[in-house]
C-alpha cells in the first residue's frame, strides 16, 4: 500500500473520531463549546506534525544527500486530499444515521469546503514538522561527525602503515635489539671482556 494511503487513512480516522467525539461533548457541555473545538483542532494538527516529523527524520537518515530525500511534499498532499474528502463524507454519513450532532453541513459542503479545509489543516503542519524533523536529522549526523573526528586516535610521528616504528630497521641486523654491540659478554666500550689488554709481549728476563 502507498505511504500516502496510509498516512491518508491514519488522518481521516483521526479526523473522524475528533468529529464525533466534538459533537458529543459539545451537545454535553455546551457552554464550553468554543474550548473544546479547540482542543480538537489542536489534536489534529498535533498527529500531523508528530506524524511528519517522524517522516522528515528518517529520510534524512536514509538519505543524507538532500539530492536524494524523498519527496514528502506530494505525499502528504494526497494524504491530506484523502483525509478531507473521506472524513468529509464518513462525518456527512454519521450524522444522517445517528443522534451525534456533527453539524447542519451538506455532503456537497464537506467534499468542498470542508474537506479544502481539513487538507490545509493536514498539509502545512505536516510540511513544518518534515523541515524540522530533516534539519534535527542533519544536525544530530554532524555532531556525531565531529565527535568521532575529535576522538580518533592521531598517528604518533614515525610510525608507519604498517604500526612499525621509525626505528624498526635498525633491528635488521646492526639495531638496538640485535648486533654485535647487544652481546652481554661485551663491555661498555665495544670490545670483548676477556680481550688482551697488553699492547706488547711482557719481555722477561732470561733464565
Given amino acids: 500500500m502507498n505511504s500516502w494511503i496510509v498516512r491518508g487513512l491514519g488522518m481521516t480516522f483521526v479526523h473522524v473520531v475528533t468529529r464525533v467525539a466534538l459533537g458529543v461533548a459539545v451537545a454535553a457541555w455546551p457552554l464550553h463549546g468554543s474550548l473544546m473545538r479547540w482542543l480538537g483542532l489542536a489534536v489534529v494538527v498535533l498527529a500531523a506534525l508528530v506524524w511528519a516529523g517522524l517522516d522528515g527524520i528518517r529520510d534524512a537518515r536514509a538519505h543524507p544527500s538532500e539530492r536524494e530525500e524523498a519527496d514528502l511534499t506530494m505525499t502528504w498532499l494526497k494524504a491530506g486530499a484523502v483525509a478531507g474528502l473521506l472524513s468529509g463524507a464518513l462525518c456527512w454519513l454519521i450524522g444522517s444515521v445517528s443522534d451525534v450532532s456533527l453539524g447542519e453541513n451538506s455532503l456537497f459542503f464537506e467534499l468542498t469546503s470542508g474537506a479544502a479545509f481539513t487538507l490545509l489543516l493536514v498539509f502545512v503542519p505536516a510540511m513544518l514538522a518534515v523541515a524540522v524533523g530533516r534539519f534535527i536529522a542533519h544536525r ?20 608507519g602503515a604498517a604500526g612499525g616504528d621509525e626505528w624498526a630497521h635498525e633491528d635488521d641486523g646492526y639495531g638496538f635489539a640485535e648486533g654485535p654491540y647487544s652481546d652481554p659478554a661485551t663491555s661498555a666500550d665495544g670490545y670483548p671482556d676477556d680481550a688482551p689488554t697488553e699492547a706488547f709481549r711482557a719481555v722477561r728476563p732470561q733464565e
Fill in 140 to 159: 544530530d549526523a554532524q555532531k556525531n561527525e565531529a565527535t568521532e573526528d575529535r576522538t580518533a586516535a592521531p598517528v604518533p610521528v614515525g610510525v
